[in-house]
């Protein structure tokens, strides 16, 4: 069973840019979770998403981020006309249940974006 | 909102030394806390994870409390080795699962 695969592991974006960042889930999983880590910081929660639904996006910055995570294929996060601000590495994170306290999340490897 | 505290930010020991990482949240309505390692440009290690209802966790060298209702967690390294050397991250999870992450311990462990 192959692990929660993200890609493309690093993206160079110039600012004004779009990026697109991709999160396969583990087999079986239909919960994703997307996080941002700054330089120096703890991961922070951006999106959790079902299948074809948004379930909580209060981590998400209110302008130019976007998250879908389609019936097919995978899940993507969505930056558009980036700054520099937005270098940061995005995990994403798989989980098969809610709610259960011996859940937990399977980290991707992560996505390193940097925005010239 | 919860709030993960994690001290110290930074920690250098000699080889061998046993040390104390701690962790504290503000909110003690969690379903679990789990420990994880990063390395330097890597992704998360999953170390220990303490449900709600437990006290504390065991995995070789590794051990893991929880005080709920103080809302506080350490992680307990027994004789450290330089390959342990890492970021040391403390999580909680909340409504709908997701994590609230401290901003790490950075451990280095000198030969």
């Known amino acids: 069973n192959a692990g929660v695969m993200q890609n493309p592991r690093h993206l160079v974006r110039r600012r004004g840019q779009e990026a697109r960042l991709r999160c396969s889930p583990m087999?079986?999983?239909?919960?994703v979770y997307w996080y941002r880590q700054l330089p120096e910081e703890g991961l922070k929660f951006m999106v959790y998403?079902?299948?074809?639904?948004?379930?909580?996006e209060s981590g998400m910055p209110k302008e130019r981020f976007s998250a879908e995570f389609p019936k097919e294929g995978p899940s993507i996060l969505r930056i558009q006309q980036v700054v520099r601000g937005d270098s940061a590495a995005y995990f994403c994170?798989?989980?098969?249940?809610?709610?259960?306290?011996?859940?937990?999340?399977?980290f991707g490897p992560g996505t390193r974006l940097t925005v010239l | 909102k919860q709030e993960v505290t994690q001290i110290p930010a930074a920690l250098s020991v000699p080889e061998g030394e046993n040390l104390v990482l701690n962790c504290s949240f503000t909110?003690?309505?969690?379903?679990?806390l789990q420990w994880f390692r990063q390395d330097p440009g890597k992704g998360l290690t999953s170390l220990l994870l303490?449900?709600?209802?437990?006290r504390e966790q065991t995995s070789g060298r590794l051990n893991a409390s929880l005080d709920k209702s103080s809302g506080r967690s350490t992680l307990y390294i027994a004789a450290s080795q330089p390959g342990d050397s890492a970021t040391y991250l403390c999580?909680?999870?909340?409504?709908?699962?997701?994590?609230?992450f401290g901003s790490g311990t950075k451990l280095n462990v000198k030969p």
């Open positions: 994170a798989s989980s098969p249940l809610l709610g259960g306290s011996t859940d937990t999340q399977y």
């Open positions: 087999k079986g999983h239909s919960h």
């Open positions: 998403l079902q299948k074809e639904n948004i379930i909580d």
């Open positions: 909110d003690s309505a969690i379903y679990n």
């Open positions: 303490i449900q709600s209802s437990q």
């Open positions: 999580a909680v999870t909340g409504n709908f699962n997701k994590f609230y």
